[in-house]
């Protein structure tokens, strides 16, 4: 047995993935005198693949590939069942690198270039169990990036769905107008159902577009002259198939007044976002109530429901983005779990806020039913618009007129 040779490692096998050749010699070469079996792949997809099909002893990747990012290939493996386990350690290039890729799930990390002395010696460490941990400022340093990628990858997904969407529904209003010729009874039923689906997707494809945007504060509100006893009137109307649907009563009571100066579209998502939520809790029979005050400056619209309500552990959870409720009894499928966290940035964006009160903490004035549910509260500064509001405060894209 040679020089740098360990019974313990002895055999081992290690995948090199780095899209530079002659480094890939170089850790051959290196680990190779060491004893050590090397596997490499100069791709991050292939290595994906090679890893998958060869479950090495531990896998080197390079944080500089062609085809794929190091670290998006670092969380692959990572989040890959059967590679879960395997020592995972980048080949990087300053402390900066180190810390990141620690904290995106790496098991180590050894420095370029390459210390032919000690490279060897170091890769058996980590076969042989050494762990290297991120710092705090690696951590933080990973969920930036982490929280930038996220945030780039939902806006690009909401452009995507909104392309096709916009024309879905432009058709759908043709077919349902008659104008092209006229429907049977089971046609035009078929044309709204799927009518209303496509204002479901809109209405997820606006949520994704809108969180993204908003996250990364690029969504500014665009105020103008706003009716909001019409709007909530129309967010209702609109909602209409879906509480019928479920054998609810939907039920808006709002009074009168000036209009105000709030972003339509935007405010029209959060409030359809509210009342879906309580209409997607409610008991199949039961009542759902959105109400419309003015008072001391502020516009309140209140939405009362008869569901299971909310527990006071997860008050502030439904508001964190991809959060889903816990329900006891009726299973409810998983929606996107960005509803209420968009409704919440558009009220905050508007200078406003969104109160949840679970049971509600008191009854609606006028009405013999009891809310025993949820009573969520959006409320904005009531700002007096200079102009007379536009006759549709709906929103601007084609696809969102329901």
Same mark, same amino acid.
């Given at each position: 047995?040679?020089?740098?040779?360990?019974?313990?490692?002895?055999?081992?096998?290690?995948?090199? *993935?780095?899209?530079?050749a002659p480094?890939?010699?170089?850790? %051959?070469?290196l680990l190779?005198?060491g004893g050590?079996?090397? $596997?490499?792949?100069?791709t991050g997809?292939e290595g994906?693949?090679r890893?998958r099909?060869?479950?090495?002893?531990l896998?080197?990747?390079?944080?500089?590939?062609? /085809?794929?990012?190091g670290?998006d290939?670092l969380a692959?493996?990572?989040?890959?069942?059967?590679?879960?386990?395997? =020592?995972?350690?980048?080949?990087?290039?300053?402390?900066?690198?180190?810390?990141?890729?620690?904290?995106?799930g790496?098991?180590g990390?050894?420095a370029? @270039?390459?210390? =032919?002395?000690?490279?060897?010696?170091?890769?058996?460490a980590?076969?042989?169990?050494?762990r290297?941990r991120a710092?705090?400022?690696?951590?933080?340093?990973?969920l930036?990036?982490?929280?930038?990628r996220?945030?780039?990858?939902?806006h690009?997904?909401?452009?995507?769905?909104?392309? @096709?969407?916009?024309?879905?529904?432009?058709?759908?209003?043709?077919?349902?107008? $008659?104008?092209?010729?006229?429907?049977?009874a089971?046609?035009?039923?078929?044309? $709204?159902?799927m009518?209303s689906?496509v204002?479901k997707?809109? #209405?997820?494809?606006?949520n994704?577009? /809108?969180?993204?945007?908003?996250r990364?504060?690029?969504s500014?509100?665009?105020?103008?002259?706003v009716? =909001?006893?019409a709007?909530?009137t129309?967010?209702v109307?609109?909602?209409?198939?879906p509480?019928?649907?479920? %054998?609810?009563?939907?039920?808006?009571?709002?009074?009168?007044?000036?209009?105000l100066l709030?972003?339509? %579209?935007?405010?029209?998502?959060?409030?359809?976002?509210v009342? &879906?939520?309580?209409?997607?809790?409610?008991?199949?029979?039961g009542?759902?109530l959105?109400?419309?005050?003015? $008072?001391a400056?502020?516009l309140?619209?209140?939405?009362?429901d008869?569901?299971p !309500?909310?527990?006071?552990s997860?008050?502030?959870?439904i508001f964190e983005?991809?959060h889903? #409720?816990?329900?006891?009894?009726?299973?409810?499928?998983?929606g &996107?779990g960005l509803?209420?966290?968009v409704a919440?940035r558009?009220?905050?964006?508007?200078?406003?806020r969104i109160?949840?009160?679970? =049971?509600?903490?008191s009854?609606?004035?006028v009405?013999?039913?009891?809310f025993? !549910?949820s009573?969520? *509260?959006?409320? *904005?500064p009531?700002?007096p618009a200079?102009?007379p509001?536009s006759? &549709?405060?709906?929103?601007?894209r084609?696809s969102?007129?329901?």
């Open positions: 047995m040679g020089p740098g040779w360990d019974e313990a490692t002895m055999g081992q096998r290690v995948l090199c *993935i780095d899209g530079d480094r890939r010699q170089q850790v %051959r070469a190779h005198a050590l079996s090397v $596997e490499e792949s100069g997809l994906l693949s890893a099909s060869l479950t090495p002893d896998v080197l990747v390079g944080t500089g590939l062609p /085809d794929i990012e670290l290939l692959r493996v990572k989040a890959d069942r059967a590679l879960r386990d395997v =020592p995972l350690v980048a080949l990087g290039r300053d402390a900066g690198e180190r810390e990141v890729a620690l904290a995106a790496c098991d990390f050894l370029r @270039p390459i210390d =032919p002395a000690t490279f060897a010696e170091e890769v058996k980590y076969l042989a169990g050494r290297d710092g705090a400022e690696g951590g933080r340093a990973w930036d990036e982490l929280e930038r996220r945030t780039a990858f939902m690009d997904l909401a452009h995507e769905l909104s392309t @096709p969407l916009t024309p879905l529904a432009g058709y759908l209003k043709i077919l349902h107008s $008659e104008r092209i010729g006229p429907l049977s089971q046609q035009r039923k078929v044309v $709204e159902s009518a689906a204002v997707l809109t #209405r997820i494809v606006d994704l577009s /809108d969180f993204a945007l908003l990364a504060g690029e500014a509100i665009n105020p103008a002259a009716d =909001p006893e709007l909530v129309q967010v109307e609109d909602l209409k198939a509480a019928r649907d479920a %054998r609810l009563h939907l039920e808006v009571r709002a009074g009168a007044g000036p209009a709030a972003d339509p %579209r935007k405010l029209r998502q959060a409030l359809m976002n009342v &879906s939520n309580a209409i997607k809790f409610s008991p199949h029979g009542e759902v959105v109400e419309v005050t003015r $008072e400056g502020l309140r619209v209140s939405v009362y008869q569901g !309500g909310v527990a006071a997860e008050l502030e959870g983005p991809f889903h #409720r816990v329900t006891v009894g009726e299973a409810r499928p998983p &996107s509803g209420l966290p919440r558009i009220a905050e964006a508007h200078g406003g109160v949840v009160e679970s =049971p509600p903490h009854q609606p004035a009405g013999a039913h009891h025993t !549910g009573r969520f *509260i959006v409320e *904005i009531a700002r200079q102009s509001p006759p &549709s405060p709906a929103p601007a084609a969102g007129q329901g």
